[in-house]
């Protein structure tokens, strides 16, 4: 069987339904999805020119697919790979992953999600080294949930399509300043989330002081029919500006989010924390939340 790589800009309409199939094979076999938000967003409607999407094809038939995102120029490009379920074990993941790193010149993070044993030989292959893990902590929503107090001159309001972007865009840069993904939000990575099924706007909350923006709750619903599993909630980004921090706010955001998402008749929820942020997750695990799955991401040293 012969197999070669090909390197695209921009996928066409039909090369992007077969990757979507590709992925929600790999998601049936896997029990996990290989790509994150970030890639399938890139998939449906585009994104940074500079990234690029690698199709490897094996007598003809797409066997694996890679997107190679360079846009962090300090920490170096980013890539996310998956292989067919029918094609594994025939060293196509190794094809794949050389093909990127030579389009990336050699310096890579790599994305490995659910933490697959199989993964991590492919990076250790490579010489990649594991540098940064990010937890999925779940609860159950039929547990008790604490009763919260916003801090004394902070009230509570949901998210205006149209009047509150770029408000929320200034506290989420300064909120996750030292974050190598969310505080790099723009009005584009925004927008085509407000394009997206599940937003919803009143699950989407804002702590205003005055006529101020200082907090927000940004819920998600996964649906059932996406997802493979019955709905579920998820605390999709939680941030306070560092001027309201120690003030308990990021606290009483998260219980109103959680009871949004229980109000909904959600039976869980989740959310992600980077692993090494030993603050958070403590406080996570205080409001009911364990850990359930592990993101890996792999580097060149």
Not at 160 to 179: C, I, M, R, T, Y
């Amino acid at each position: 069987m012969s197999a070669h790589v090909e390197i695209r800009q921009r996928l066409d309409d039909s090369e992007i339904a077969e990757v979507l199939g590709l992925v929600e094979a790999a998601t049936q076999a896997d029990g996990v999805r290989p790509l994150n938000e970030h890639v399938m967003l890139h998939l449906r409607y585009g994104g940074d020119p500079r990234a690029r999407s690698l199709l490897l094809l094996q007598d003809g038939v797409l066997a694996g697919y890679a997107h190679v995102d360079p846009t962090d120029e300090v920490e170096g490009p980013s890539a996310e790979l998956v292989i067919h379920p029918a094609h594994r074990r025939s060293g196509n993941g190794a094809r794949l992953l050389r093909a990127v790193l030579d389009l990336a010149g050699g310096r890579l993070r790599l994305w490995a999600h659910g933490d697959h044993a199989a993964a991590g030989a492919l990076a250790a292959s490579f010489g990649l080294e594991r540098v940064r893990s990010l937890w999925q902590m779940r609860r159950s929503l039929f547990a008790p949930l604490a009763a919260y107090t916003l801090p004394e001159g902070v009230r509570m309001r949901t998210f205006v399509p149209g009047q509150d972007e770029e408000s929320w865009l200034k506290v989420n840069a300064a909120a996750f300043a030292h974050h190598p993904e969310q505080g790099a939000w723009t009005m584009d990575d925004l927008l085509r989330r407000e394009q997206e099924p599940w937003f919803d706007p009143e699950g989407f909350f804002l702590a205003v002081r005055g006529d101020r923006l200082v907090g927000f709750h940004w819920t998600k619903i996964h649906g059932s029919s996406e997802h493979g599993h019955e709905p579920l909630g998820e605390v999709y980004v939680v941030g306070v500006d560092p001027s309201q921090q120690g003030t308990g706010l990021g606290k009483a955001l998260t219980l109103a989010g959680l009871d949004h998402l229980r109000a909904r008749g959600l039976a869980q929820a989740m959310l992600y924390v980077d692993e090494a942020n030993t603050a958070a997750i403590r406080l996570y695990e205080g409001l009911g939340f364990a850990r359930w799955d592990v993101d890996v991401m792999y580097a060149t040293p």
